[in-house]
């Protein structure tokens, strides 16, 4: 039996039971995938974030993938952050550690001020589309609303305010039925500068409580509308999540804390 080391992390939180919960499993190399994507499904958060040391790599010293209990996915900030969060919790000479992916290039997280930390994810511009069937499954009148969309499966709807997005009641069986799209909803915030909530029902999770992902398409939606680079977002879901946010050119830098809860081994 083999004992792998687990951490579970409360990401863009500064508090348990807050954030966005994740798994974090270091390897020394790659089990096979239908390996990784049990374990994911056994873990049953929104993401788990496998990473192991790579050598030779001028650009990154780890790499990493994420899977959902039902996928492996291009791209997931929170998971992302508690990895981080993980590495430079054990080793205090470091001030950042960067990742290699497989799709969404080499990420990185660093320490930033009060504890904190700040993930460097790419700025992902969506364009105008029409989405009836997503505006139809979150329950909602086209004309009411702005549709945009992302190739790398981003549908960005924006609603007129934040009580609009608190009240949304999706019919996840349709939303799900347009496969493993990231669904973002936003609004005008009223303690922070924006809100969001966000759904993902074709990769297994109908809401999930803190998406550094969707900000990846947020933050230069919002950064064009708002004015100005930089500015705060709070994530509605029943946990909530606070991010600080800046498009710095082709990225965009998400602040936040995270918090440990579980700590131990997996057998396998």
Not at 29 to 55: C, R
Not at 117 to 127: C, H, I, N, Q, V
Not at 226 to 242: D, E, H, M, P, Y
Request: one cysteine or more; hydrophobic letters at 45%; aromatic letters at 8%.
């Amino acid at each position: 039996m083999n004992r792998l080391p687990i951490t579970q992390v409360d990401a863009f939180a500064d508090r348990p039971f807050t954030g966005n919960p994740a798994a974090v499993m270091p390897l020394e190399t790659w089990l096979l995938d239908e390996v990784l994507q049990a374990i994911a499904e056994e873990n049953n958060v929104a993401e788990t974030a496998f990473f192991l040391p790579i050598k030779g790599d001028v650009e990154a010293d780890f790499e990493l993938r994420w899977f959902t209990p039902a996928l492996e996915v291009a791209l997931c900030g929170h998971a992302t952050l508690a990895t981080g969060h993980v590495i430079l919790s054990a080793d205090p000479r470091r001030d950042a550690v960067r990742f290699r992916t497989r799709k969404a290039g080499v990420l990185t997280v660093a320490r930033g001020l009060d504890g904190g930390y700040e993930l460097a994810l790419p700025a992902y511009r969506p364009e105008p589309l029409p989405l009836p069937a997503i505006v139809a499954a979150l329950g909602l009148e086209e004309s009411a609303v702005e549709t945009f969309w992302h190739s790398g499966g981003y549908a960005l709807v924006v609603l007129k305010d934040a009580a609009a997005v608190r009240a949304l009641d999706p019919d996840f069986r349709k939303l799900g039925a347009e496969g493993d799209v990231l669904t973002i909803s936003t609004a005008p915030g009223e303690q922070t500068d924006i809100v969001s909530r966000v759904f993902a029902p074709g990769a297994g999770i109908d809401e999930d409580p803190v998406t550094g992902s969707a900000h990846a398409v947020l933050v230069p939606w919002w950064a064009e509308r708002l004015g100005r680079i930089s500015f705060s977002a709070w994530q509605a879901s029943k946990r909530g999540g606070r991010l600080a946010c800046r498009l710095a050119g082709e990225q965009v830098v998400l602040g936040g804390r995270c918090t440990t809860v579980i700590e131990g081994y997996f057998s396998l």
